[in-house]
Antibody, heavy 121, light 107 residues
Framework: QVQLQESGPGLVKPSQTLSLTCTVS??????????WSWIRQHPGKGLEWIGY???????NYNPSLKGRITMAVDMSKNQFSLKLSSVTAADTAVYYC?????????????WGQGTLVTVSS | DIQMTQSPSSLSASVGDRVTITCRAS??????LNWYQQKPGKAPKFLIY???SLRSGVPLRFSGSGSGTDFTLTISSLQPEDFATYYC?????????FGGGTKVEIK
């Protein structure tokens, strides 16, 4: 059973960089059909896809986040990470790391429990 | 971006009721449509993929249908554990996008 677990600071100051890591267990991050994604949910709101990284390092980011995103993968630790720069209060959200399975239907099949990140001084 | 429109945004129903939620895509997404269930304070849980295929372990009272731009999620007989928010999501184009959610509440 694949499990994902987010980790990182729960409080970030405005203008600083939000940094989160996702640790994958029960499966390898270097599977051919899997893209490792980040999704966020603003308090009481819907779901927003942030982007994905493939184990080879190929990335694809949501243009709405305007070049503030960097993702990386560490195969030796079976982890991937998210950095979001120049944060504002609008980036306060629950952040989920998610596996995107590139098979039939291409579902987001395994989710971390989520971590709340608050942007505040 | 592909816009996903869900309706209704909320509904009240009783245990045993048949519930139908609709999802419309702003362009043809073939069958790259997935459904998720989210309970308060929890991560979304993946229910249905490719519009109509049930994930292993998901109760048979859940079903999905549709193709192209119009899709539905049906719960044939609502159970107490089904009260939650449901989201559709398209995987045809990048960025991946979600519907706004349908909150199923107890009548």
């Amino acid at each position: 059973q694949v499990q994902l677990q987010e980790s990182g600071p729960g409080l970030v100051k405005p203008s600083q960089t939000l940094s989160l890591t996702c640790t994958v267990s029960g499966g390898s991050i270097n599977g051919d059909n899997y893209y490792w994604s980040w999704i966020r949910q603003h308090p009481g709101k819907g779901l927003e896809w942030i982007g994905y990284i493939y184990y080879s390092g190929i990335t694809n980011y949501n243009p709405s986040l305007k070049g503030r995103i960097t993702m990386a993968v560490d195969m030796s630790k079976n982890q991937f990470s998210l950095k979001l720069s120049s944060v504002t209060a609008a980036d306060t959200a629950v952040y989920y790391c998610v596996r995107w399975e590139y098979g039939e239907g291409r579902p987001l099949d395994y989710w971390g429990q989520g971590t709340l990140v608050t942007v505040s001084s | 971006d592909i816009q996903m429109t869900q309706s209704p945004s909320s509904l009240s129903a009783s245990v045993g009721d048949r519930v139908t939620i609709t999802c419309r895509a702003s362009q043809n997404i073939i069958n790259y449509l997935n459904w998720y269930q989210q309970k308060p304070g929890k991560a979304p849980k993946f229910l249905i993929y490719a519009a109509s295929s049930l994930r292993s372990g998901v109760p048979l009272r859940f079903s999905g249908s549709g193709s192209g731009t119009d899709f539905t999620l049906t719960i044939s007989s609502l159970q107490p554990e089904d009260f939650a928010t449901y989201y559709c999501q398209q995987s045809y184009g990048i960025p991946l996008t979600f519907g706004g959610g349908t909150k199923v509440e107890i009548k």
